[in-house]
């Protein structure tokens, strides 16, 4: 198995690669609006107050998030976002509250700068969670870049409350040509929640 996922990560990483510029920011603007009026906004709605959300800053030519955080930022969310650690290969999530607090950081990935600060885990939940990956299917299966930084931080940080209702909601934001039939799943690999792209939302 993961000799597939290696061989699919070659290929999808050709394929996101060939995606212009203007199609990933177009798509990504369509989808971050499906996420807002789909799947955030009720929540806030629901859980009445603004929410704690989890994303990543876009790298090189993964699906931009940038609109994404502009319409949460507008609406009072609060946005938690990565800084890897290298050595071992970890991250920790920091609070940003404007595109000025990110900096380039490790291998030129975006990221808080050092003043942001740290995500508690037992001082705050977050609601929603928006992954990155390079492939993805429509069961919720989803492809990383093979370091495992994504499910060893669900792992060690995120507690599961008894209500389906108040727990984490994990996603991904997908360009149309990163959707593929199955994802070869592992049993520590996390499974998404919801999948979503211009089209629309997936839920698992």
């Known amino acids: 198995m993961k000799e597939n996922k290696q061989e699919l990560r070659q290929q999808m990483l050709a394929v996101r ?12 603007e369509v989808a971050s609006r499906w996420i807002e009026q789909g799947l955030l906004a009720p929540m806030r709605q629901r859980k009445g107050r603004n929410l704690h959300l989890a994303m990543y800053l876009a790298f090189r030519d993964e699906a931009p998030t940038t609109s994404l955080l502009q319409m949460c930022w507008s609406r009072g969310d609060r946005i938690w976002v990565p800084r890897v650690h290298r050595a071992t290969s970890t991250f920790t ?35 929603f969670m928006l992954l990155p990956g390079l492939a993805f299917d429509r069961n919720g299966g989803r492809l990383g870049f093979g370091g495992g930084y994504y499910d060893r931080f669900l792992e060690h940080n995120i507690v599961h409350p008894p209500s ?3 727990r984490m909601i994990l996603g991904s934001l997908a360009l149309k040509e990163q959707i593929v039939p199955r994802i070869p799943m592992e049993e520590h690999d996390v499974k998404l929640d919801v999948l979503i792209t211009a089209s629309g939302l997936t839920y698992i």
């Not at 690669?17 to 990504?28: P, T």
Request: hydrophobic share 35%; aromatic share 4%; charged share 25%.
């Open 17 to 28: 690669a060939a995606v212009s510029k203007a199609s990933r920011a177009e798509q990504a």
């Open 93 to 127: 999530l920091h609070e940003i509250a404007s595109m000025k607090d990110i900096v380039s950081g490790s291998w030129g990935i975006p990221e808080p700068k050092e003043h942001c600060p740290i995500w508690q885990p037992e001082q705050q939940d977050l609601d």
């Open 164 to 166: 389906v209702n108040d």
